[in-house]
């Protein structure tokens, strides 16, 4: 009698994640720079000092010229060494100083990319979270968001630092002997072209790693969240291939970039290499010919030496930059999905504890069509219901009648294709949704327990909530026994989704929740499927005593359950077939003839303890 025949449809015709496409250049540097320009204050100060740092290492090779200078003559050269080691400490001290200030900038670009990212994800449309790998979205949040760190901070300095320090060495290179230099720019210039065509090579890599770094995290996830059956269907060890091999793949494409980076970085010292033995042999015989002195070809080739920290960090940025716009491009691809407007407090939060609710709600469908995706056939067509407030109206119906599908679009989790969805005589999509929701509590089929404590999770859609409101809805969905046997009471940690209670705690935690919410229309989805007969019995007149007051909607399919509604509706086939009471539809419409006299009534035989 359940509704998944819509559910496992989506599932088993939801798309593949999208392998998300390298964004064009200047995409890619404006999605950079949104998240550069909170920090551009304290990465402008970092490269400052690192700039410092530079100017004080340029001094070195002067006054080494000085010093080789001084050695042909009877003059002192301590003041000298005493120079050069001044410059040298610092230079290194004011470097230091710029790399912590970049690193923890660094950090706090990452932290707030992550609070972004969680915030929209978790206002994520229902339909995209369901055609999206759960495990592929996080990893967006953890690995992806780190690779930004690099790229927005230390690579933009790299960047400034590293073409100033250049330049700069290049003027001064060019006043000692612009000869040498052009044989030294030449090297770079004829190996830096071919490093270049290696580049996109680093972001293809990367991109695919970081995707199958999202692969583990969807199989992991996928493990963990089934683990009981994992281990009952003895698949620990499929499930162990299936993760290793995205491993696997994580690790192949990783070593394919390190292979790219390593081509790059390597080409800096081999750069510099050929560069110097080309110096040394032509500044040799300048220095021959009279041409230059001994003292301007050593300080020549001190700075052909100092020129690879400003080569290594452009390198460095550039390679930062390919790795960056593949973990972007991620991240954008993530920023675009649709999302929901909440626009007012979170859940219950704008209700004061102990406050009286309003009055019931009424619901209508007016010749509602729906249907997942444009490519998927409609699950409603034309369904039309009446329900004032308050009691209780049952919906029954085979399975895939569109029943579970009901409750999501009155929850706005989907929006109809065609037709109203009015709540209290008012079109859902012109309520503000977190009033709208605000107003409903909802029990799922699945009844969800978070991992936590039972506290946390009773207080889940009601953190306002008294200590009298709690134990009111302990002894009503009868949980008042089962906090008693608990070593903490309700302080007691319930496991990953529960797995320390039983089906039917689960599900009494689940209605308890909902009870706590004080709604005014209060939405049942099998709520009492896993209890036993007893708890059944119990919970239902506890659901009956809640609908003199509320609104509440239950998709039924036990026989007791149905005839306690005050109306019925019963769906086929995306349509409402029938309404009316238990006995008008036993007399009036086959259909639930035949599912009262078999399904409901084996049903309602058949209730297994929890």
Same mark, same amino acid.
């Given at each position: ?19 998300? #496409? ?20 304290a ?23 000085s ?7 009877d ?32 950090? +706090?670009?990452?932290l707030?990319?992550r609070?972004?990212?969680?915030g ?15 495990g ?6 953890? +690995? ?17 630092t ?13 006043l ?17 072209? $071919? ?15 970081? #995707? $199958? ?8 996830? !996928? ?11 003895g ?17 192949r ?13 390597? +080409? ?16 040799? @015989? ?48 993530a #920023? ?9 407090p ?12 309003? +009055? ?10 729906? !249907?997942?995706?444009e490519?998927?056939?409609?699950v ?14 049952a ?5 895939? $009648? ?41 029990v ?26 709690i134990?009111d809805?302990?002894v009503?969905? !009868? ?5 008693? !046997?608990l070593p903490?009471?309700l ?20 209605? @308890?929740?909902?009870?706590?919410r ?36 239950v ?16 769906m ?6 029938a309404?009316?009471?238990?006995? #008008?539809l ?25």
């Amino acid at each position: 009698m359940t509704d998944a025949a819509p559910d496992s449809a989506r599932a088993a015709t939801a798309p593949a994640p999208e392998t998300p #496409e390298r964004l064009p250049a200047r995409e890619t540097w404006r999605a950079l720079y949104r998240h550069f320009r909170p920090h551009r204050g304290a990465v402008a100060l970092g490269a400052l000092f690192t700039l410092i740092g530079a100017a004080s290492g340029l001094a070195q090779p002067l006054a080494a010229k000085s010093l080789v200078e001084r050695l042909g003559t009877d003059e002192s050269i301590t003041g000298i060494l005493l120079l050069l080691t001044g410059l040298v400490l610092l230079g290194t001290a004011i470097e230091s100083v710029g790399a912590y200030v970049l690193e923890r900038t660094a950090e +706090s670009v990452v932290l707030a990319a992550r609070r972004t990212l969680i915030g929209r994800l978790l206002r994520l449309r229902l339909s995209e979270v369901e055609r999206t790998q759960p495990g592929d979205l996080m990893s967006r949040v953890t +690995s992806d968001t780190t690779l930004l760190r690099a790229v927005t901070t230390q690579s933009v300095v790299s960047a400034a630092t590293g073409g100033f320090t250049f330049m700069a060495t290049v003027v001064m290179m060019a006043l000692m002997d612009p000869v040498l230099l052009g044989v030294t720019l030449g090297v770079i210039v004829l190996i830096g072209g $071919a490093t270049a065509l290696v580049m996109p090579k680093i972001a293809q890599a990367t991109q695919r790693a970081q #995707e $199958a770094v999202g692969t583990i995290s969807t199989a992991l996830e !996928r493990a963990f969240g089934a683990f009981r059956t994992l281990k009952a269907s003895g698949a620990e060890r499929r499930e162990a291939a299936a993760v290793r091999q995205a491993a696997q793949e994580a690790w192949r494409h990783g070593v394919r970039s390190a292979k790219w980076q390593s081509v790059a970085w390597s +080409s800096v010292g081999l750069s510099v290499q050929v560069s110097f033995l080309a110096v040394l042999g032509i500044g040799g @015989a300048r220095v021959a010919s009279g041409a230059i002195s001994i003292a301007t070809l050593v300080a020549f080739l001190l700075y052909l030496f100092y020129l690879i920290d400003p080569v290594s960090r452009l390198v460095e940025a550039a390679s930062q930059y390919q790795v960056g716009s593949a973990a972007v491009a991620r991240i954008v691809q993530a #920023e675009r999905l649709e999302t929901e407007e909440v626009d007012g407090p979170d859940a219950r939060e704008s209700t004061e504890p102990g406050a009286a609710r309003p +009055s019931a709600a009424s619901v209508a469908f007016e010749d509602v069509r729906f !249907r997942y995706r444009e490519d998927l056939p409609y699950v409603h067509h034309g369904v039309s219901f009446d329900v004032p407030g308050p009691g209780m109206t049952a919906f029954v119906g085979p399975s895939g $009648a569109g029943k579970t599908t009901v409750f999501g679009l009155i929850e706005r989790f989907y929006d109809a294709s065609g037709g109203r969805v009015l709540v209290d005589g008012k079109d859902v999509q012109e309520w503000p949704l977190a009033e709208l929701r605000s107003a409903i509590g909802y029990v799922e089929q699945d009844a969800p327990v978070l991992a936590g404590t039972l506290r946390e999770n009773l207080l889940f859609g009601a953190p306002g909530a008294t200590d009298d409101d709690i134990d009111d809805v302990l002894v009503r969905a !009868r949980l008042d026994a089962v906090v008693r !046997r608990l070593p903490e009471g309700l302080d007691t940690v319930v496991g990953h989704r529960g797995s320390k209670l039983s089906g039917g705690e689960r599900q009494r935690v689940a209605i @308890a929740r909902a009870l706590l919410r004080k709604p005014r229309l209060l939405l049942l989805d099998e709520a009492t499927s896993q209890l036993d007969a007893v708890n059944e019995l119990a919970l239902r007149d506890v659901v009956a005593e809640v609908a003199r007051e509320v609104t509440v909607l239950v998709v039924a399919h036990r026989l007791s359950t149905v005839t306690l509604a005050d109306r019925i509706v019963v769906m086929d086939a995306g349509g409402v077939r029938a309404t009316g009471t238990h006995a #008008e539809l036993v007399a009036g419409d086959p259909l639930y003839g035949e599912l009262a006299a078999t399904q409901f009534l084996a049903t309602s035989a058949g209730v297994s303890a929890t």
